[in-house]
């Protein structure tokens, strides 16, 4: 699927957090160039991972202009506090609607998904919920 | 590991002139309806104004507002719709009519995500809807929203001044901004709670009395705004210039 640039999207708005995040740690660190970024990337929000990468290469300048981006999607998995079943995303049912709800605030999941074993909404997200920086690698 | 979207939340806010946090750490004393008819009258003066309903798990704002058919949209982030002039935000736009049972660290991100994705532009002021209680969204607030000025509600009740002084002795504490104290559902003239404000080292904004008329006019926007209740609110905004300009 090709990209269609004039459509707005939400991965640009974590694009833009991550360029901001990483500058702040290349500012700390005292990194003079950055030449790796390790992003995991929870499934849970769905980010369109080429948008995104496409959303960081027009936004790197600077310490950034020859970093690489390594994104690595983790599985959601959930578990239930009330019967202490786990499951992934893949054992949900959700309606593609509501996915794009959970891909702008993953927590709605909430509101729209039960455990499949005893039916609570009481179920916390122990993996995979958003994406985070693992790690950033570069030049001192 | 680094949580890239508190990196962005400075950004974010970083066009608006004042973050108005009406709190009480009490339910039930109008911190809602206060925030949204704030908004309303900021907006009314001609200061450009946003709201955002931070009450995740019982957001009523829209209520107030009368908002329908109304969605976000997108642009590299989210735009908050406008309504009645005001820039809106709640989660209401992604639950609808659903509970949304959340634990405290569910409240601490998605108050992170639509802080870090929304694009509320330029605002003189942005007013934030607590829920009640004083725990995390509160801490939430005080952590990641740096210029927060905190405007605190209480009725002439004991019961609730008595939370309410909680949250103020603790704001002081933390040396945080709290504009002063609003006295919402006056029924009887008393100086109880402006004394016991006073004693705190606090500013008494003024009394709004109880107003019967006003949960017919919720929704209608031109109705609440010929209410007592706004009339007595824009008094207070009058009274107290330096605060709210």
């Known amino acids: 699927m090709g990209l269609n640039l004039n459509f707005p999207m939400h991965e640009w708005a974590l694009a833009e957090a991550i360029i901001s995040a990483v500058s702040k740690i290349a500012e700390k660190e005292n990194l003079r160039e950055i030449s790796e ?26 310490k950034l202009s020859n970093a690489k981006f390594k994104i690595k999607t983790v599985k959601a998995k959930f578990k239930c506090r009330v019967c202490n079943h786990t499951w992934t995303l893949r054992d949900m049912k959700i309606a593609e609607e509501t996915r794009e709800l959970i891909h702008f605030v993953p927590e709605v999941a909430h509101a ?18 958003n994406l985070w920086i693992a790690s950033v690698k570069g030049v001192k | 590991m680094h949580d890239p979207r508190i990196s962005i939340i400075e950004e974010r806010l970083r066009d608006i002139n ?3 946090v009406v709190a009480s750490g009490k339910g039930g004393v109008g911190k809602s309806l206060i925030a949204s008819m704030l908004a309303l009258a900021l ?6 104004t946003g709201l955002f309903d931070i009450d995740f798990t019982s957001p009523t704002t829209h209520i107030v507002l009368g908002v329908s058919n109304l969605q976000p949209k ?21 639950i609808a009519e659903k509970a949304a049972p959340l634990r405290g660290s569910d409240l601490s991100n998605v108050l992170i995500e639509l802080l870090a994705v929304t694009r509320w532009g330029k605002l003189d002021f942005l007013i934030i ?21 905190f405007l605190v509600v209480t009725t002439p009740s004991k019961m609730a001044f008595e939370t309410v002084r909680r949250l103020l002795t603790l704001l002081n504490d933390l040396e945080a901004n709290v504009l002063g104290v609003i006295e919402n559902m006056r029924i009887r003239e008393s100086s109880y709670i402006e004394d016991e404000v006073k004693l705190l080292g606090k500013r008494f904004l003024g009394a709004i009395h109880f107003d019967e008329e006003i949960e017919d006019a919720l929704g209608d926007v031109n109705t609440l705004l010929k209410t007592k209740f706004m009339k007595e609110l824009e008094e207070i905004i009058e009274k107290n210039q330096g605060i709210f300009h």
């Open chain 1, 37 to 62: 970024v390790d992003l995991k990337l929870g499934e849970l929000q769905q980010i369109d991972v080429n948008i995104l990468k496409f959303a960081l290469s027009q936004m790197k300048e600077g």
């Open chain 1, 112 to 129: 729209y998904a039960r455990c499949p074993k005893c039916g609570s909404p009481d179920f916390d997200i122990i993996e995979g919920r």
């Open chain 2, 18 to 20: 004042k973050v108005v």
């Open chain 2, 43 to 48: 907006s009314k003066k001609g200061f450009k």
């Open chain 2, 74 to 94: 997108e642009d590299k982030g989210i735009i908050p719709p406008e309504i009645h002039g005001i820039k809106y935000m709640s989660l209401v736009f992604y």
């Open chain 2, 129 to 149: 809807d607590m829920p009640p209680g004083i725990s995390d969204l509160l801490l939430d607030v005080l952590k990641y929203v740096d210029e927060a000025c």
